[in-house]
């Protein structure tokens, strides 16, 4: 059978990953643990968890369908001499909860540079076809309908914020019936500058608490409201909105975030946050060349 080969340097991956994780374990030994009572038995696996991390984000770069396959067809055969401690796939799919706290800590330590400019938008993760989100389980009550535009959607809503070198500064998971612009305060803590996003976060109250913080709120106006005076680099900037469009393309389509077979909603959350972390390691990220041609650098602006 064919090999499947991952787009992104693994190497790289693990060592950012080992090293993260060799220094929140000091930090956490250092804190107060539950006491263990005597003879009591804690489970452990032979694989560290920087291992099961590195494959499980991998695997989001390899272009393989289903993570099963490239278990199968890829690590054990072919990467045993770099993970000498595989353990079967089952017992792998077991592990991979383990490591939720960490890839999310460690996603966190992903984030790009905040430079004055940035977008905003959600898109729809869909956890099954919504002919069959009647029989649903495995997030029931957790999940609910949304109304994009390709239609209704049964699943969560995931809200990104990014700059415009694609580099994610903030993310947020939602059930998919929540409003856009109710996230926005949260995550943009810690933002200034300006933040571009399209009609469905038009709110006189959410733009004057971002302003009062150093966010400027910059959308397009409806058809039936008033016509405003609007700075010409702000009217370019939001015709290029549609960058945080390709950022959510390449989350689907190139690192796989969404797919409706998940039996488990902690591995759900694994696949997710896997994903985010490898869109960080693609070897080109949508970006904007804000810089005109023939002019030297600008110096940084100071907000």
């Not at 995550?187 to 913080?213: P, V, W």
């Not at 998940?262 to 960080?280: D, E, K």
Request: hydrophobic share 40%; net charge positive; with cysteine.
């Amino acid at each position: 059978m064919e090999t499947i080969v991952s787009r992104l340097d693994v190497t790289a991956i693990f060592c950012d990953v080992d090293d993260f994780c060799q220094t929140f374990e000091q930090g956490w030994s250092q804190q107060p643990q539950l006491p263990s009572m005597p003879g009591e038995k804690r489970s452990g696996s032979r694989m560290r968890l920087s291992e099961v991390m590195t494959i499980v984000i991998a695997f989001h770069g390899s272009g393989a369908r289903t993570f099963k396959d490239f278990y199968t067809l890829t690590v054990l055969p072919h990467w045993r001499r770099a993970f000498p401690h595989l353990v079967s796939y089952n017992r792998f799919v077991e592990l991979m909860p383990w490591c939720l706290m960490l890839l999310c800590c460690f996603l966190n330590t992903r984030k790009g540079e905040v430079t004055g400019i940035a977008f905003v938008d959600s898109t729809p993760i869909e956890v099954c076809h919504p002919a069959r989100a009647h029989a649903h389980r495995v997030f029931k009550h957790q999940v609910g309908w949304g109304k994009s535009s390709t239609g209704w959607k049964f699943g969560f809503k995931l809200h990104l914020i990014i700059n415009e070198r694609g580099e994610l500064l903030a993310f947020k998971l939602t059930p998919a019936n929540t409003d856009d612009r109710k996230p926005v305060p949260e995550m943009t803590q810690g933002i200034f500058g300006q933040l571009f996003g399209d009609r469905g976060y038009i709110s006189q109250r959410l733009f004057e608490e971002l302003y009062n913080r150093g966010l400027q709120l910059v959308t397009k106006a409806r058809k039936n409201m008033k016509q405003r005076l609007v700075k010409l680099i702000d009217k370019i900037l939001l015709r290029k909105r549609a960058i945080i469009e390709s950022v959510n393309d390449q989350l689907k389509n190139i690192c796989q975030i969404e797919h409706s077979r998940h039996r488990s909603g902690w591995n759900f959350l694994v696949n997710l946050l896997a994903g985010l972390i490898a869109y960080t390691y693609q070897p080109k990220l949508p970006s904007l060349d804000l810089q005109p041609k023939g002019l030297p650098a600008l110096p940084p602006a100071i907000f």
